[in-house]
């Protein structure tokens, strides 16, 4: 087969629909178009039965209880419903958030506006693996806690955390856990019971369902975790999230869940092997070759990987053919450098030369090949002509030298 390019090797970004999940929203779109809030007609009846089944196929997923489900617009809306919703439902009890560095910014902007509106959060670093100190974490708590957010994998450099750890210390001093799963779901195992979760956050196009959906799971029971609402109109999903039901969607979340389920044990092997085959690959022709977050306890499809002496900008322009993200600045919309490499501890160089390959179900083997070899082909492109490689090569240290003012 033909290898078609360029090659989509960003799936922490979004992920395309699986043809499966269409063919289950279809009919929703035409045939059976229900408000899913009729209740005196079979349009109604119909769209709410495919509502309830896609309920329970999100709950499997993370060992929940359908009720427990309340759909969404996608993971920005469910971190923002978790966290303001807490911080505003039991702003009497106390006023203080434990979050951390690297959270998406759909956790760390409704953290800040908290705290501009006079909530204090506590920001945890990371380690250079990219997870947090549990006993930081115990320490952080004052008798004024009423949450703590940790994300169960991080999207850029796919490092997971301890989150039955965190779950565990959570339920012990009787705060509430939430976690933006988005990166986590469907790609490795998560169980809101096993891991003390209270709230949780998923998106439906990071795991091959449509893009303008989500979900948040709210406990409701041991503890009947309580929100207030964002949106008010109606009472849809317990009062929690008011307004027509996203019935095509929803039932694309759905079908997205259960494939992802049921074939999560053999596709995070395959997602591992491809991955370590393009790090082995990459890796075994070139030096100065680093991979940012944990070695092991990462996101199965996840690489990041910093190139000494290349730059960022000059190598996504060099491989034009693959699709991935950068750590870099140019290619988003702030001018810093990836916040979350820095978090980590790499400097602006290594942050700034980094690239994440985000592999997903629909890449293949050959895709892997062709990366390694444009990957290698363009990397020592960019050393053949700069003279800090050259240099380093010649066993000058750089940073003795003293460079001419211009
Ligand atoms: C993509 C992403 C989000 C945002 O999800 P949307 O559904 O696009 O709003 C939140 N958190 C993480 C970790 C993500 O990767």
Known sequence: MALRLPVY????STSPCDPRVVDAMLPYFT?????????????????????????????ELIGASPKEIIFTSG????????IKGVASMYRKKGNHIITCVTE????????????????????????????IDLQQLRDAFTDQTILVSIMAANNEVGTVQPIAEIGAICKEKGVLFHTDAVQAAGKIPLDVQKMGIDL???????????KGVGALYVRRK????????????????????????AVTGIVG??????????????????LKAMRERLRVGISSQLDYVEVNGHPTERLPGNLNLSFGFVEGEGLMMGIKDIAVSSGSACTSASLEPSYVLK???????????????????FNTDEEIDFVIQDVVRAVNHLRDMSPLYEMHKAGIDLKTVQWAAH
């Open 9 to 12: 090797m960003d799936n922490n």
């Open 31 to 59: 045939e059976k178009f229900g408000n899913a809030a009729s209740r005196n007609h079979a349009f109604g009846w119909q769209a709410e039965e495919a509502v309830e089944n896609a309920r329970e196929q999100v709950a």
């Open 75 to 82: 993971a920005t809306e469910s971190n923002n419903l978790a």
């Open 104 to 131: 998406h910014k759909a956790v760390i902007d409704p953290c800040m506006r908290l705290e501009r509106d006079g909530w204090k959060v506590t920001w945890l670093p990371v380690d250079p693996l990219g997870r």
């Open 200 to 210: 949780l956050s998923i998106s439906a196009h990071k795991m091959y369902g449509p």
């Open 222 to 245: 041991d503890p009947r975790v309580r929100l207030d609402a964002a949106m008010d109109g109606g009472g849809h999903e317990r009062g929690m999230r008011s307004g027509t039901l």
């Open 253 to 270: 979340l759905g079908a997205a869940a259960e494939i992802a389920r049921k074939e999560m044990p053999t596709e995070s092997v395959r």
């Open 343 to 361: 978090a980590l501890g790499a400097d602006d160089e290594r942050a700034h030369s980094s690239i994440r390959f985000g592999i997903g179900r």
